[in-house]
């Protein structure tokens, strides 16, 4: 055994679990004052990142008087005589004379002087070629500003960008945006009792958590590359504190599965000891996912990681996801604490005593109702499957009928905000 290793001798006394709403309040302020480093990226690269700085209008939306229609711009009374025809993409010079009109293309730039457009299907050519017709009386073009004004703030800083951010950007004049980078995580897996292909038999169970947590990472908007999953890591303390190294050399954030307890093969606590990690979370008072915890490491260049430590029973370990997990993502890439929605009970569900308790739920979000689902053990999978995400029950309650409670989403699609 190195060294090290045998630096990790006694683990501290666990303190009493912090709750589940103040866990996830001090997980959350630890990640912001961590967050991610702003970098500029063409527009292209910016999905799934979130806005560093406040995203403002380099222009006038639109930039100039843009018609919305097909049809004739009109210079006082008709008829009108055809002087020209302005498209999308061209400078339109003035109509100067009345009685004159230009043909004009949806998106073009109205000439200065029009009086009215008429639109193409409410419009008629004489037999000397001049344009007949009745403009309607509201106009119709869009005037410079009527979207946004020059410097105006469209969106704040911390807002995930998506596809129509991306769109806004480039229609009001950016080429690049100043975003916080995906975080980048890893995953350990614990448990030389894990099975990685095939059925489940013979005292060994089939590891669930290393092709599933991954792809919950990433519905959070973390990159999770193939060479981050690493596992199951033997059952001792010289591979433990080797395998979180590892990781901890190119992740932002590792989560582990399993270990989080103190027994004879749970290795997790004393590895943290070893390399030198501070507990910003030990234990939460929730069930299920008892227990839990997010550890922080800091570089002596300054550079903070972050350990999330998920216990090895499947839907406990998803609980710690949403109770830890995602708050610390959300600090770490700048965004809002997620606000949860309220819902409200279809059925009753029974509390957890002195500590919250996260039911599986389908959530209806036309009625803004919530139904407990079954087989909602820790080790169960079933439940989840069906599962919308989690009614929040808070210490010393029951869930009744008609109660209001918040409710905690899973992220059901890559970079769905929360």
């Known amino acids: 055994m190195s060294t090290e290793t045998e630096a990790a001798a006694a683990t501290v006394g666990t303190p009493p679990p912090a709750g589940w709403e103040e866990a996830r309040s001090r997980v959350y302020a630890v990640g912001l004052s961590a967050a991610l480093p702003a970098v ?19 222009t006038d939306l639109p930039a100039f008087p843009t018609s919305s229609v097909d049809g004739w711009a009109v210079r006082g009374a008709g008829p009108w005589q055809v002087v020209g025809r302005v498209l999308a ?107 990685t292909f095939g059925a489940p038999g013979a005292g060994r169970v089939r590891d669930a958590l290393g092709p599933s947590v991954p792809a919950w990472l990433r519905r959070y908007g973390c990159q999770v590359r193939a060479g981050d999953v690493v596992g199951p890591v033997a059952d001792t303390l010289p ?10 050399a190119n992740a932002d954030l590792v989560c582990t599965t399993g270990g989080t307890m103190h027994g004879p093969v749970d290795h997790l606590h004393p590895t943290l000891e070893a390399l030198g990690a501070d507990y910003v979370v030990n234990t939460v008072a929730v069930r299920p996912g008892f227990p839990m915890l997010l550890a922080r490491l800091v570089d002596g260049d300054g550079r903070v990681r972050f350990v999330a430590g998920l216990p090895g029973n499947p839907q406990s370990a998803v609980v710690a996801l949403v109770s830890l997990v995602a708050p610390l993502l959300a600090g770490l890439t ?4 997620p606000v949860l929605p309220q819902v409200t009970l279809a059925e009753p569900v029974p509390g957890r005593g002195d500590h919250t308790h996260l039911a599986l739920a389908r959530w209806d979000r036309v009625a803004g109702t919530a139904h407990p689902v079954r087989h909602v053990g820790s080790a169960m999978l079933r439940g989840l499957a069906g599962a919308d995400g989690f009614a929040v029950i808070r210490p010393g309650a029951n869930g009744a009928v008609g109660d209001r409670v918040p409710l905690v989403p899973l992220p059901l699609t890559p970079g769905e905000r929360q």
């Open 40 to 58: 500029a990226r063409p527009l292209a690269d910016t999905d799934g990142h979130t806005l560093a700085e406040p995203l403002t209008t380099r």
């Open 89 to 195: 993409g061209h400078t339109a010079p003035p109509l100067a004379t009345d009685g004159t009109t230009v043909e004009i293309a949806t998106g073009a730039m109205v000439p200065a002087g029009t009086t009215a457009i008429l639109r193409i299907e409410e419009s008629t050519r004489a037999a000397d070629g001049r344009v007949t017709g009745t403009p309607r009386s509201q106009p119709e073009w869009r005037e410079p500003g009527e979207e946004a004004h020059l410097g105006e703030e469209l969106l704040p800083t911390g807002t995930p960008v998506d596809p129509a951010v991306i769109g806004l950007a480039a229609s009001c004049g950016h080429d690049t945006l100043r975003v916080r980078r995906a975080p980048r995580a890893a995953l350990l897996v614990f448990g030389d009792e894990l099975l």
């Open 334 to 337: 700048g965004r809002p604490m």
């Open 239 to 248: 591979a433990h504190v080797a395998a979180l190294r590892g990781a901890l």
